[in-house]
């Protein structure tokens, strides 16, 4: 009889392991199954770019609506002299992404914000870091050391983002590198690239109507802000206030622009946002010719704030002054 109820307590014993083992493994599935649910439910963290300009933190926008987009400098901004401010240098540290237009035109400031950010995904070389002009030609190309500003760059004219063209291309790359950097998010930066694509290329065919009665339209300038934009319309650059790039306007030399105005008979003299245009007032006054203060970006916090609208306003301003 002892060994019968040594027996029945023996098996009872095992049955409760049993039982217990069979709950301990039901709990952990149970825990699993929360877990899993949980990562499912939690959102796809979007990425953090970080743009030196603000057409490409416009441009970006559209191509990654989610994503957290800031821009170093604005459209009152020279982009080639900005400090490399304690909030700059903490945006970039965040960043999955830094998006820049290179040409050396943020040589000046950029490479101590990276030092300081010490954020291994943008650093030179890495797949976060994406210079946009190592993936179109530019124009107006120097020897390195022909002049002393900072203006001229050996790389050629950074302000590439003023031909539609060339936004065009540079659109697809942004959205390929984004796949790269973030490819869970893949088809969503395709539908959006394919979107703009479709938007853009209809505004092209609008402004090349503009294009064909600018061409061959004399124009004077104040620096090379618009060269990519006045070479896509066809107009003739007849006079520069600068007499060397990022070299302010002398009397002597404004002297030498009113005496070609009064030959060559341009429709107008522009200068950009940023630019003291003291020399651009003095030479409309004297020489009665219109004076077009234009954005040579677009302006993140007011009305022209996406590229589409900062090619409306320039063509129909330029148009404008015939």
């Known amino acids: 009889m002892l060994h019968m109820a040594s027996s029945y307590r023996a098996s009872k014993c095992t049955f409760a392991k049993e039982k217990a083992s069979k709950c301990s493994v039901a709990k952990a599935s149970k825990y699993l ?70 040409a050396s035109l943020e040589a000046g400031w950029l490479p101590a914000l990276q030092k300081r ?39 050629g004219n950074p302000h590439f983002h003023l031909d539609p063209e060339r936004v065009a291309q540079l659109a697809r790359v942004i959205s390929e590198r984004m796949q790269q ?10 539908q959006s690239l394919q979107r703009w694509q479709s938007q853009w290329q209809s505004s092209i065919e609008g402004w090349q109507a503009i294009a064909e009665k600018l061409r061959s339209k004399p124009i004077v300038v104040q ?5 990519y934009l006045l070479n896509w319309t066809g107009m003739k650059v007849v006079a520069d206030l600068e007499p ?29 946002w940023y630019q003291n245009d003291k020399g651009a ?21 007011g009305e022209i704030n996406d590229l589409t609208k900062l090619f409306d306003h320039l063509l129909v301003q330029l148009q404008g002054a015939n």
């Open 181 to 190: 950097i973030d490819p869970e998010q893949k088809d969503q930066y395709v």
């Open 281 to 301: 007032r003095w030479l409309s006054e004297e020489a009665h010719l219109t004076h077009l203060s234009l954005p040579a970006t677009v302006d993140l916090e």
């Open 117 to 155: 950010a010490s954020n291994r995904r943008v650093s030179d070389g890495s797949i976060g870091m994406l210079y946009l002009s190592e993936h179109v030609n530019t124009i107006e190309k120097h020897e390195k050391g022909f002049f002393s500003t900072e203006h001229v760059h050996p790389e």
């Open 223 to 227: 620096h090379s802000s618009f060269s």
């Open 33 to 102: 199954s929360a877990v899993l649910l949980l990562i499912v439910a939690l959102p796809v963290q979007a990425l953090t770019i970080f743009t030196c300009e603000p057409e490409w933190a416009a441009l970006s926008r559209q191509l990654a609506p989610e994503a957290k987009i800031y821009s170093a400098t604005h459209v009152y901004q020279d982009p080639h002299y900005i400090e490399a401010r304690p909030s700059l240098i903490a945006k970039l540290a965040k960043a999955d992404m830094a998006i820049c237009s290179g």
């Open 244 to 272: 060397n790039p990022g070299v302010p306007p002398t009397m002597t030399h404004l002297q030498g622009v009113v005496a070609t105005v009064k030959q060559q008979s341009p429709t107008a003299v522009v200068t950009n």
